[in-house]
């Protein structure tokens, strides 16, 4: 297991030398920003983007993410220039020493959340999901402004993006992301980059927009389009635990036995009787997912991918963006860490 940690660049107000000081922490989880999504990475901000990862003394091995252009999600004729596109950059990333690129295949919105600074019990603040809120949500009305959400779109975009979502059925968006890999993966393998798609956050239809990287019987399949281990998963315990139809401990086990995680996002949640969920501290009595099972999993499985802490809460007083503060994932850290040094000794005849 290699810990990494996500950071948004120079202007992520946690410092990448603060980052480096997280006990055990071996790399960063990034990518370019200042590009439209469908677009080329230039080499040279990629190689910048190396050289200041390399030089605070962590490795440049994950982007998250490499987004996809909703004209291959919607299965557009223009799809055929971005998946051009998007091999390109698969080229780059790998010349610079890339080895995973973390992805989504959710339809315009990325993950959604009700809240981003719920206060808790002991005055932390987290990212909630409250069903009854989001329900009540009409992103055409343009009222509401989530994280997530990609605020480049104007209103009109998004009536156009919504029309054309009408018109796709989830079993389009199967065949729209089977055209998609059928072309990436073999690339992808040339280059020795091992694609890692990330689930779908939360794991259900939202605003009438199709998801299907939601359950273990869709990883399955989406795992049988193309049969190899360049087309693996991220594996993110939040997005998928937050649907109770997921065991995430059996999913985990499964797909780290079969090579085919390559990045885990580990975080916990708490499920509320509604459908709801708070992000919650990583440590197990907290929320509904056993950390230390999922660790277990990995660990008897001999696990040798990528894993960074996920969401944290806001403490101690830190300010900067939801869920990415220094604090709280820089504890996620050091408690994960823990756990895999405990079973590295208490299993090391086994592991030998
Ligand atoms: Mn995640």
Redesign the pocket.
């Known amino acids: 297991m290699k810990l990494s940690f996500r950071w948004y660049g120079e202007d992520d107000p946690v410092k990448i030398e603060y980052i480096k000081q997280i006990p055990t922490m071996d790399s960063i989880v990034t990518a370019i920003y200042d590009v439209p999504v469908g677009e080329v990475w230039s080499n040279e901000s990629i190689n910048k983007l190396k050289t200041t990862v390399e030089k605070a003394g962590l490795n440049f091995d994950v982007i998250e993410s490499v987004p996809v252009h909703e004209d291959i999600k919607l299965g557009l004729s223009s799809r055929d220039r971005y998946i051009e596109n998007y091999k390109e950059n698969i080229r780059n990333l790998g010349n610079a020493g890339v080895k995973v690129i973390c992805y989504n295949f959710m339809p315009i919105f990325d993950?959604t959340r009700s809240q981003l600074d719920k206060k808790l019990e002991d005055g932390s603040t987290a990212l909630v999901y409250y069903k009854d809120q989001i329900d009540k949500m009409d992103p055409l009305k343009g009222e509401l402004s989530l994280p997530g959400w990609d605020s480049s779109y104007s209103k009109e975009d998004l009536n156009d993006l919504f029309k054309e979502y009408s018109k796709i059925t989830e079993e389009d968006l199967w065949l729209n992301l089977e055209y998609f890999l059928k072309e990436i993966i073999p690339v992808a393998e040339e280059n020795d980059v091992k694609m890692a798609i990330?689930?779908d956050?939360p794991p259900w239809p939202i605003f009438g927009l199709p998801r299907i990287i939601t359950t273990e019987e869709n990883l399955d399949r989406f795992l049988k389009i193309v049969d190899n281990k360049y087309n693996g998963l991220?594996l993110?315990t939040?997005?998928l635990g937050s649907g109770s139809f997921n065991d995430i401990v059996r999913m985990v086990d499964k797909y780290s036995a079969q090579g085919r995680i390559h990045f885990m996002?580990v975080?916990n949640i708490k499920l509320l009787d509604d459908g709801s969920f708070e992000e919650t501290a990583h440590h197990s009595s907290y929320g509904s997912l056993d950390i230390v099972e999922i660790i277990k999993a990995l660990h008897r499985n001999n696990f040798d991918g990528y894993l960074r802490p996920?969401?944290g809460r806001m403490i101690w007083g830190e300010t900067g963006r939801a869920g990415y503060g220094l604090y709280d994932r820089a504890l996620g850290a050091a408690y994960i860490a823990g756990i895999w040094e405990t079973l590295s000794k208490l299993y090391k005849e086994e592991v030998k």
Request: with cysteine; charged share 25%.
């Open positions: 993950w990330h689930p956050d991220t993110c939040g997005s996002h975080r996920d969401h």
